[in-house]
């Protein structure tokens, strides 16, 4: 029988990870159950070809519905980080 203090395992990359049961929430435990299911591999998840998975809208930790809000404070940050790193500067 599962408690909480049940140990689960799941492939993260080349490594196992070891948790406790009660210690992953439920977009956790769906994570880690597609990470498993695509043998650790977190572009594989990302590529997963099961939509009719009653886990697909979860599979990268959060529902594909919900959407960020960011203010424009965020936004302008974010402009200047990418600005920075070389992305999104128009050269003529």
Do not use: N
């Not at 599962?2 to 769906?30: F, N, W």
């Not at 650790?40 to 960020?68: I, M, N």
């Not at 965020?74 to 003529?92: L, N, P, S, Y």
């Amino acid at each position: 029988m599962l408690t909480k203090d049940s140990p689960i395992k799941y492939e993260c990359g080349s490594s196992v990870k070891v948790v406790k049961a009660g210690s992953l929430t439920p977009m956790k435990a769906i994570r880690a159950k597609c990470l498993d299911c695509s043998g650790g591999s977190s572009h594989e998840v990302k590529l997963c070809a099961c939509q009719d998975c009653p886990l697909y809208p979860f599979r990268l930790g959060t529902p594909a519905w919900k959407k960020r809000e960011v203010t424009d404070e965020q936004r302008e940050v974010a402009r200047k980080r990418a600005a920075e790193r070389g992305f999104g500067v128009k050269t003529q």
